[in-house]
């Protein structure tokens, strides 16, 4: 069973910083792309950041600059490093793996999600 687990959300002032991480089991970590995608009420879930196996990055133009997204695969566990974060940074996000999993399918799954709330 994949399970993705988001944590390090919480509320920061404009200009802050936060750092989210989502540790994952039950897929071939190495063999996934890993990405950071966010969504507020009403509106379609939208690409934040991806990584692929080889540690590529993909970045949302709206966090370049910005935003750092790492992998640690001894770990299993993908971040998101949120620096200069902006009111409009509000929203949940959701940590996603495409790939492999441990049973040799290919699946893509999504984490419950994490509150991020950028205000003074």
């Known amino acids: 069973q994949v399970q993705l687990v988001e944590s390090g959300g919480g509320l920061v002032q404009p200009g802050g910083s936060l750092r989210l991480s989502c540790a994952a089991s039950g897929i071939l970590f190495r063999a996934n792309t890993m990405g950071w995608y966010r969504q507020t009420a009403g509106n379609e879930r939208e690409l934040v950041a991806i990584i692929t196996s080889s540690s590529s990055t993909n970045y949302a133009e709206s966090v370049k600059g910005r935003f750092t997204i790492s992998r640690d695969n001894a770990k299993n566990t993908v971040f998101l490093q949120m620096n200069s974060v902006k009111p409009e940074d509000t929203a949940v996000y959701y940590c996603?793996?495409?790939?492999?999993?441990?049973?040799?399918?290919?699946?893509?799954?999504w984490g419950q999600g994490t509150q991020v709330t950028v205000s003074s």
């Open positions: 996603n793996s495409d790939g492999l999993t441990t049973s040799l399918r290919r699946l893509t799954s």
